[in-house]
Nanobody, 125 residues
Framework: VQLVEYGGGFVQAGGSLRLSCVAS????????IGWFRQAPGKEREFVAA????????KYSESVKGRFTISRDNAKNTVFLQMNSLRPEDTAVYYC???????????????????WGQGTQVTVSS
């Protein structure tokens, strides 16, 4: 499956953005989808993940309560709603697909075999 992220941009602290991860090539159904991010000079880190059915979600402690992951399998799209954004949320955000892991979805990026090209999110203070 090919994944493309949309929705990145520039926002002031306290603002919101919604990222979309759109699949092509095959149905997103059966794929767990994870969102990861990489800030300049830092390693890529887990942000959130959702199971193929949408029944299970997982968040990093740094975004819990502020970000919400959801999916619309009919539209082949996974969303990441980001509220109360902080300057430390500035990063390139990637979505990734995992078809093999038994639920719940993994936070370990090595479990994900399909990756998008990333979208930049910049939060100003």
């Amino acid at each position: 499956v090919q994944l493309v992220e949309y929705g990145g941009g520039f926002v002031q602290a306290g603002g919101s953005l919604r990222l979309s991860c759109v699949a092509s090539g095959r149905s997103l159904y059966s794929y767990h989808i994870g969102w990861f991010r990489q800030a300049p000079g830092k390693e890529r880190e887990f942000v959130a993940a959702i199971s193929w059915s949408g029944s299970s979600t997982k968040y990093s402690e740094s975004v819990k309560g502020r970000f919400t992951i959801s999916r619309d399998n009919a539209k082949n799209t996974v969303f990441l709603q980001m509220n109360s954004l902080r300057p430390e949320d500035t990063a390139v955000y990637y979505c990734a697909g995992d078809i093999h892991t038994v639920p719940p979805p993994a936070a370990d990026e090595s479990k994900y075999e399909s990756w998008g090209q990333g979208t930049q999110v910049t939060v100003s203070s």
